[in-house]
Nanobody, 116 residues
Framework: QVHLVESGGGLVQTGGSLRLSCAAS????????MGWYRQAPGKQRELVAT???????DYANSVRGRFTISRDNAKNTVYLQMNSLKPEDTAVYYC??????????WGQGTQVTVSS
């Protein structure tokens, strides 16, 4: 069993900042990729930022320059620093981890609401 536990969501005004955390625990093998997705009401889930296999980072164009993904490998944790938040960033943010030989896992999601 693998668990992803997210924290750090909340309500913030336009231009504000939040930091999300996602800790993986359980029967963890090698983490091939780990990152963040989001889903706004009525929209499909989309990639926000992720570490890919090989350690590269990918960002959605809409967040590049405002959001920064980082990680602590010793803690199997990834972080998402979100600055200059906009109302269109409002969504449920999900952590995802892709593990070698185990497939992909999702966290339960954390709500981020940016007020105008």
């Amino acid at each position: 069993q693998v668990h992803l536990v997210e924290s750090g969501g909340g309500l913030v005004q336009t231009g504000g900042s939040l930091r999300l955390s996602c800790a993986a625990s359980g029967s963890i093998s090698v983490i091939n990729a780990m990152g963040w997705y989001r889903q706004a009401p009525g929209k499909q889930r989309e990639l926000v930022a992720t570490f890919t296999l090989g350690g590269r980072t990918d960002y959605a164009n809409s967040v590049r320059g405002r959001f920064t993904i980082s990680r602590d490998n010793a803690k199997n944790t990834v972080y998402l620093q979100m600055n200059s938040l906009k109302p269109e960033d409002t969504a449920v943010y999900y952590c995802r981890a892709d593990l070698a030989f185990k497939g992909g896992y999702w966290g339960q999601g954390t709500q981020v609401t940016v007020s105008s």
